[in-house]
């Protein structure tokens, strides 16, 4: 996350330059960091429901209660995590750079 802080921001400056508009700018990084953080959970929940299918099937018990507990909570702190992130970000200024 934090290797690529130089392209980052060669990337951003290059954005900067071509004249984008800081609203466009801020969709396009707000974009990225919404890929970064709920694609792997889009991979997550599909890779356990198939596991709670398999273990309903075995068991015979239905556990998908449980199932929807742990995606609804795991969203609800990936969404706080991706809020606080989107704060921080947004209050910072880039040490007297405009970009």
Known sequence: ??????KEGCYHR??????????????????????????????????????????????GMNLWHYFWMSCISYLIILGLFFYLMLALSGSRRCMGRKF
């Open 14 to 59: 290059n954005l900067y330059q071509m004249g984008l508009q800081p609203k466009l700018r801020r969709r396009i990084a707000t974009y990225q960091i919404l890929l970064m953080y709920f694609a792997p959970m889009i991979l997550a929940v599909s890779h356990t429901a198939v596991a709670f299918w398999v273990v309903n099937a075995l068991s």
């Open 1 to 6: 996350m934090f290797g690529d802080l130089d």
